[in-house]
């Protein structure tokens, strides 16, 4: 006997603009380059993504120290990881990036890198 397995609309909508992703390098506290796995051996390379919610100093300026200490952190996190990549809405941004939010395993425990950012004053 054949089972039919179902998902109500929120369930699959809550699936959705998941990815499994490799951090290939980090600008600075908010922003990112990740080769996306989309499954079935199907890669994007170099994809620049921007971390939703958050706005990290400049790396330039007045805020060139703290910018750079934004930057050097998120690459202690994430920098050579594989990460799971929630982008938002698979829209781009007015720069050509798309938003998104890290999630990184760490103890077992899936965490947010982008509220890791706030939560350690980089953002």
């Not at 054949?2 to 959705?16: D, H, V």
């Not at 992703?21 to 600075?28: I, L, Q, S």
């Not at 199907?42 to 934004?70: F, Q, S, V």
């Not at 698979?90 to 509220?115: A, H, P």
Request: aromatic share 8%.
């Amino acid at each position: 006997m054949a089972t039919i397995f179902t998902l109500s609309r929120e369930q699959l909508q809550a699936t959705l603009y998941h990815y499994r992703a490799r951090v290939t390098a980090v600008y600075d506290g908010d922003t990112c380059t990740v080769d996306i796995d989309l499954g079935l051996a199907t890669w994007i390379h170099g994809e620049k993504i921007r971390l939703h919610r958050i706005n990290a100093p400049e790396m330039t300026g007045a805020d060139k120290a703290n910018g750079t200490a934004a930057r050097d952190y998120l690459r202690s996190l994430v920098l050579d990881q594989d990460i799971i990549l929630q982008t938002i809405k698979d829209v781009r941004e007015k720069y050509g990036r798309y938003l998104g939010e890290i999630w990184i395993e760490r103890n077992g425990v899936m965490q947010n890198v982008n509220d890791q950012m706030v939560l350690a004053g980089h953002a």
